[in-house]
């Protein structure tokens, strides 16, 4: 089955991605770029690097722009998968949803209404065992993203390993945090995995953090042998 | 031993990471041994090995199982504990005589819980997510424990612990799933 998977660069579609591999052929990637940092459906931080993982793994990516307004964000992401039927001949979309049901039964009724298959590979994952297999199978994660208390600044462009998930877990006993950011506390950007043909280096970034809100905005980047 | 039985169109599909690994994960946090079996490969060894079954559900595009129902005649005589999920529902209902009909729904709803089991406890709303696009009538047998004779959200078989329900419970209701492994 040929299949495009909602991309954004973080850890949740870039698994899916892997997931999704095994199983069947990704046709192409579908990025919606929202222009509202604060978007109900989409990662926003970096979303605009995500063409270079694209072209790490090896798959076309398809871009579509979008307001980012609630609901109406939703209309230009049906109009994007429907693009990505007619250019790339999908029959199924796949998306990183681990526990929102608001964005897993919003893409179902889209795909439903567009006669799809809907796949979710991480639906209700137990999310520190989540990241540990990130880790294991060799995915370079780093946080892009914080927005909640008690996430300070040095938490700001880290890298996700063993220790930081261990203070992940910690984190969760005690705040209550999605240790993989579902809640939106975390948001991330992948740099190199066991899909990825080339890795991706940072050149230039930019970090920004007050009051518990952070971002590790990267201003150069580019592809390197692995 | 429970038998979790994967309702998805082919084995190992990607499906199966969405419908039958949370079912898995929740009896693997509750410390009870279980088997993944797709329902193509059942023979009766897993079946006759099993304390008790749990049919799972599937994507919505999926219904190769409602065209296979008869892998599940086996159902039909089954004395110990099993519960239907959505697709596994329809299956339970189709055995026993009852009909799949067109009733799509999806999201989050309420839920009427309309009789008192050991699976769903006593009456009272609760919300649960649904994601299907059919429904089931009741079959001769059983009765309605959530929900309306239009709408039926959960039923039991009168005499023996077989149950099905239209709703996701590893979505929020991961309590259901904990229950029935203690079911007699």
Not at chain 1, 36 to 56: G, R
């Amino acid at each position: 089955m040929l299949l495009g998977v909602l991309f954004s660069g973080g850890k949740d579609s870039v698994y899916a991605c892997r997931r999704a591999m095994e199983t069947g052929t990704v046709s192409c990637l579908i990025t919606v770029v929202s222009e509202n940092p604060d978007s109900y459906m989409f990662h926003t931080p970096n979303v605009a690097w995500a063409n270079l993982i694209a072209e790490a793994v090896g798959i076309p990516q398809l871009t579509w722009p979008t307001l980012g307004e609630e609901e109406e964000e939703l209309a230009d992401l049906s109009d994007a998968i429907a693009a990505a039927v007619d250019l790339y001949g999908i029959e199924g979309v796949v998306t990183g949803a681990i526990e929102s049901v608001y964005q897993a039964v919003r893409v179902q009724r889209i795909c439903r209404d567009l006669d799809l298959w809907c796949y979710n590979p991480l639906w209700q994952i137990d999310q520190l065992e989540y990241l540990r297999l990130l880790v294991s199978e060799g995915f370079e994660v780093i946080i892009t993203g914080v927005f909640a208390y008690p996430l300070d600044e040095a938490w700001v462009g880290a890298r996700i390993d063993s220790r930081l998930i261990g203070e992940l877990e910690a984190l969760r006993d005690r705040y209550a945090i999605n240790p993989s950011g579902e809640g939106g506390e975390i948001e991330t950007f992948v740099l190199d995995g066991p899909i990825f043909k080339k890795r991706i280096e940072i050149l230039r970034a930019e970090k920004t953090y007050e009051n518990y809100r952070g971002r590790f905005l990267i201003e150069e980047a580019r592809l390197v042998d692995k | 031993m429970i038998l979790v039985v994967d309702l998805c169109s082919s084995p190992g599909s990607l499906s199966k990471y969405e419908f039958v690994d949370p079912i898995a994960g929740i009896l693997r946090r509750a410390g009870s041994i279980y088997e993944v079996v797709h329902f193509t490969d059942l023979s009766n060894d897993p079946i006759e090995g099993a304390d008790r079954i749990i049919l799972c559900g599937t994507a919505l595009k999926d219904d190769l199982y409602a065209r296979r129902i008869e892998l599940f005649s086996w159902i039909k005589d089954l004395d110990k504990p099993l519960l239907g999920i959505c697709a596994g529902m329809q299956v339970i209902s189709r055995v026993f005589g009852g009909e799949i009909v067109p009733r799509p729904k999806i999201g989050l709803n309420g839920i009427d819980i309309v009789k008192e089991t050991d699976l769903l406890g006593p009456p009272r709303r609760i919300e649960g997510y649904h994601l299907h696009n059919s429904g089931v009538t009741l079959p001769p047998g059983f009765e309605i424990v959530a929900g309306r004779p239009g709408e039926v959200e959960a039923f039991k078989h009168s005499e023996r612990p077989i149950y099905g329900i239209i709703f996701h419970p590893e979505v929020r209701n991961r309590w259901i799933v904990e229950r029935f492994v203690s079911i007699r």
